[in-house]
């Protein structure tokens, strides 16, 4: 009988050529809820199958069937001219080396106004991250990786041929071969990217039925001078300057065409108090934008401003501060 590792790989293989497939959706379905190893082991297919972002980390593993591509539809093809037995290999193989201690590891963590700046890595990469923000950073032989819940990150990447770098902000991965770019998750559900130079490429992902891996639902390349912007399953480039996200490092916030909420969420980062824009998301065309910079000692004259520059009320409550539109 085969162990639930190798029926997840049978399943994660059927799946993969018939994606479309709902009889065989419920069928796997049904298998799924019969044990809850199932659940687990099929999970695990799905981490490691995740962790094949080069075509060297696949080779090591299913050289002798063929050699696997980064791109979906080949990665597809490949799997579908495997056997079951490579398939179970492949999976057994790639926890084997996911679960691999990388070569150097390390995490930060920075409070309210407490930016941390100028930190340099093993690599030669440099990077700054904002207030209030936390990171993960690793190296592995042909990987280097990192992951910011939240908060701003400037990374200023060192060239490694053989070595990208993978960014990973919660549902989007920014895959970076050298150059400096600004990541800023400043909200859960929206993040904005802004690249100086280099090229860099955003994929945004979905978790699959029960958490078990993840399905791409689009790319978007970025050249040097680009912001991207992700929101609520949408992407977009604005045509605002990339040195914006850029500007914190130097004590200067820069608001561009901004609205009520970006405002509070950035000030909030240096604030006494936390600043909030119940209303003020943007999506109105009645709601205030506003173009402004602001030195991060100068805030509190900056909030006492916002209503001569645009139709905003500033609200000060004991434990907040609101700025509502007009």
Request: aromatic share 8%.
């Amino acid at each position: 009988m085969k162990t639930p590792l190798e029926q997840a790989a049978q399943w994660f293989m059927r799946l993969q050529q018939s994606p479309d497939d709902d009889s065989l959706q419920a069928r796997f379905e049904r298998w799924i809820w019969q044990d809850p190893a199932h659940a687990t082991a099929y999970r695990e297919v799905c981490h490691a199958w995740d962790a094949f972002d080069s075509d060297q980390a696949l080779g090591r593993l299913a050289s002798a069937a063929t050699r696997a591509s980064t791109n979906q539809a080949q990665r597809r093809r490949t799997l579908k001219h495997l056997s079951i037995g490579a398939v179970s290999i492949l999976a057994v193989g790639g926890l084997a080396w996911q679960r691999q201690r990388p070569d150097w590891h390390g995490q930060w963590q920075t409070a309210q106004a407490a930016p941390l700046l100028g930190q340099a890595l093993p690599d030669g990469s440099v990077f700054d991250l904002g207030p209030d923000a936390s990171l993960q950073a690793s190296f592995r032989p042909d990987l280097r990786s990192a992951e910011l819940p939240q908060g701003a990150l400037i990374l200023a990447a060192a060239a490694d041929g053989q070595r990208p770098w993978r960014l990973r902000s919660r549902n989007v991965d920014i895959q970076l071969q050298d150059g400096r770019i600004a990541i800023d998750r400043w909200r859960p559900e929206q993040i904005r990217i802004s690249l100086e130079h280099g090229q860099a490429t955003a994929t945004l992902n979905e978790p699959r039925w029960l958490g078990l891996g993840r399905i791409e639902r689009g790319q978007w390349p970025l050249r040097a001078g680009q912001v991207l912007d992700i929101q609520a399953g949408q992407a977009r480039y604005l045509d605002i300057p990339a040195a914006d996200a850029y500007a914190w490092r130097a004590g200067v916030l820069v608001f561009s065409n901004a609205s009520l909420e970006e405002i509070a969420a950035q000030l909030s980062r240096y604030a006494a108090l936390p600043v909030r824009a119940p209303l003020g998301n943007g999506t109105s065309p009645r709601q205030p934008r506003i173009a402004a910079s602001v030195r991060l000692t100068d805030i509190p004259q900056f909030l006492a401003s916002l209503p001569t520059l645009g139709n905003i009320r500033v609200r000060s409550l004991p434990d907040h501060i609101e700025l509502l539109p007009v």
